[in-house]
């Protein structure tokens, strides 16, 4: 069985002094909980403040996106090895909205990956289909496309920290959510791509979670999807009592 793995992506939301008092109200509802893993994906200037405040706990924190680049002249970027150097163990890639709204591109997506897993993070890498993609019945279509260029030229050993996140697009922050079955259906065309680029093993260990507008009152029937290891969670996560009902489920 893989390891259910809930990941909070709190956006451009959350100041330094905001996210540690988030942190402790959060620690003692998730205290005992030991059935699977938790991150926090605070913005960047953030990061350092969520590594201390999470410091002795199993929680770990991560990075909302990176560059491909190590270091250089590139203004307004953070790579993969400053990310480690602060304390993350994971980065989220390919976020629908840097996709959508900052032009990220599935090459892109496929180098920044590389970088990550060169570095010793674990990326996070989102793949999902738009309204009008869905309604023409090409949702297969998209993830295979993305999917097979996110794996490019990784395989084997190297991808076995890979952890894969569909977002169906037109379900974030509308309110609206994939049925659990529709999750379970992309899920499983995301793991054949998968195997198809790294091998059956690393296939049937890839975690492959579900985002699209997760919230305490879906969380339950999502996870219980045989498909679905877990979430990436947006708007609901921004409040501890939230999200550590769907860390709960």
Known sequence: MRKKLI????????????????????????????????VLCPNFVCIPTVVDALRGSAIGAGGQDLSWEKEGPYTGEVSAHMLRAVGCSHVIIGHSERRQLFGETDDGVNRKVKAALAA???PIVCVGEVLAEREAGLTEDVLRR????AFREI?????????????PVWAIGTGKNATP???????????????????????????ILYGGS?????????????????????????????????VKY
């Not at 402790?24 to 893993?37: I, M």
């Not at 395989?155 to 977002?167: F, K, R, T, V």
Request: glycine fraction near 8%; charge should be negative.
């Open 7 to 38: 990941v909070a992506n709190w956006k451009m939301y959350k100041t330094p002094d905001e996210a540690r008092a988030y942190i402790a109200a959060f620690l003692p509802l998730v205290k005992e909980h030991n059935r699977g893993d938790i």
């Open 120 to 122: 010793g993070l674990q």
């Open 146 to 149: 993305q999917c097979g260029i």
């Open 155 to 167: 395989g084997g050993d190297d991808a076995a920290p890979l952890i894969m996140a569909y977002e």
């Open 181 to 207: 079955e529709m999750a379970a259906e992309a899920h499983g065309v995301i793991r054949a791509e998968a195997a198809k680029a790294c091998g059956e093993e690393v296939a049937q260990n890839l975690r």
């Open 214 to 246: 997760v919230k305490p009152e879906n969380a339950a029937s999502l996870m219980d999807q045989s498909e679905i290891d877990g979430a990436l969670v947006g708007g609901a996560s921004l409040d501890p009592q939230s999200f550590a009902a769907i």
